[in-house]
């Protein structure tokens, strides 16, 4: 049976997730918690994956219930990790210094936004993949494990007892919505990856030809029953799902079934 396996959220854009055992759905239609916090430089652009590597030397544990942020950060100078409380202006001045330290793009700040979250796609949308498509993709590269490419991927609901690439089936001409529970989710977009899932999640290390290697094994395996010509390309992985108007404020839990409808 299929079934809502893991739910994972990302409370500082970029930086490490964070298991849930469930989840609120945000007004609009993100998990709460969910990039809540962001980076910002003194332009008033996001210090995030695509645009640097020194966010995989950043280890970071969060807890969402005090709001406290321990960070530590590969060949640091720094008395091991250090911790800040995000649930005070002051703590979040005092991260932002820390980030800027080890950054080295001027002056940061670390923002927040409880109500809506940094998430890319406009700040819409709830990312699910299965456990299934993440076992596939680690079978097609030899130093992968299922979890690296979990880490890489960054997805927010992750399904068990489907078949490889079920959320593809969600996008496209006369898709069907699902439910987790009693929520209902929409199929928006297939999710065109960036550089990020390249990089060893630990490391920053590109894996060669990752990207390649990766288009020619979803061309070879791309589902008979999915709509190609919802994908503009094949370096997609991951679906890109909205919650309903009537059903966002519910919640979302581990263990909840997963139900495709007609």
């Not at 007004?27 to 996001?46: H, M, Q, Y």
């Not at 993949?129 to 030899?142: C, G, K, R």
């Not at 927010?156 to 959320?167: C, R, T």
Request: glycine share 8%; net charge negative; hydrophobic share 35%.
């Amino acid at each position: 049976m299929a079934r809502l396996e893991r739910i994972r959220t990302y409370p500082v854009k970029s930086l490490d997730g964070v298991d849930r055992e469930e989840a609120t759905i945000r007004e609009n239609g993100t998990l709460a918690g969910d990039r809540a916090f962001a980076i910002f430089d003194a332009d008033g652009e996001v210090v995030e994956g695509p645009r640097t590597d020194r966010v995989h030397d950043i280890t970071t544990e969060y807890d969402p219930e005090t709001g406290a942020l321990t960070v530590d950060v590969t060949g640091s100078d720094a008395d091991g990790p250090r911790q800040f409380d995000l649930e005070s202006e002051v703590g979040r001045e005092r991260a932002a210094a820390w980030f800027s330290d080890v950054f080295d793009l001027g002056e940061l700040a670390l923002e927040r936004d409880d109500e809506r979250g940094y998430v890319a796609r406009n700040g819409m949308g709830t990312s699910v993949i299965s456990t299934a498509t993440l076992e596939t993709v680690a079978d097609w590269f030899d130093d992968l494990t299922v979890d690296g490419v979990r880490r890489r991927m960054r997805a927010n609901l992750e399904v068990s007892g489907v078949e490889p690439f079920w959320e593809d089936r969600f996008v496209g001409a006369d898709a069907p919505a699902f439910t987790v529970g009693d929520v209902r989710l929409e199929g928006v977009t297939p999710c065109a990856r960036c550089v990020v899932p390249e990089r060893d999640p630990d490391t920053g290390e590109a894996l060669p030809e990752f990207r390649e290697r990766f288009v020619e094994k979803r061309r070879e395996t791309f589902p008979e029953w999915a709509d190609e010509a919802a994908f503009d390309h094949y370096y997609t992985l991951m679906l890109i799902a909205d919650v309903v108007d009537a059903d966002r404020g519910k919640t979302v839990a581990v263990g909840d079934p997963v139900e495709p409808l007609d």
